[in-house]
Nanobody, 126 residues
Framework: QVQLVESGGGLVQAGGSLRLSCAASERTFRMFVIGWFRQAPGKEREFVGGISYNGGNAIYTDSVKGRFTISRDNPKNTVYLQMNSLKPEDTAVYYC???????????????????WGQGTQVTVSS
């Protein structure tokens, strides 16, 4: 059982930056693809980006490309989401999730991820 805990959310003005962290309780986390998702009020949860188990590959949804960067520090059992040039439309609860099936690819559907954090609120004011 892997427990994930997000942190780093908050209130920021448009154009600002935040770095979210996702800390895992188990070392097996290092073998898992990690995804970041977000859910805004009244909207479905959407894939933001994901990173391979060794950090060698990352993918992003089009709306955050060039602004968000995902990285991981496996010795620290932590994945990061660096968010720059934030926009009001980035406002949402952000979740990290682990795909524990040793997937060869970074999957983008929430149902492909079986461990989830509790979420952290990001609010971007205009």
């Amino acid at each position: 059982q892997v427990q994930l805990v997000e942190s780093g959310g908050g209130l920021v003005q448009a154009g600002g930056s935040l770095r979210l962290s996702c800390a895992a309780s188990e070392r097996t986390f290092r073998m898992f693809v990690i995804g970041w998702f977000r859910q805004a009020p009244g909207k479905e949860r959407e894939f933001v980006g994901g990173i391979s188990y060794n950090g060698g590959n990352a993918i992003y949804t089009d709306s955050v490309k060039g602004r968000f960067t995902i990285s991981r520090d496996n010795p620290k059992n932590t994945v990061y989401l660096q968010m720059n040039s934030l926009k009001p439309e980035d406002t949402a609860v952000y979740y990290c999730a682990a795909d524990s099936h040793y997937s060869a690819m970074i999957l983008t559907r929430s149902r492909d991820y079986d461990y989830w954090g509790q979420g952290t609120q990001v609010t971007v004011s205009s």
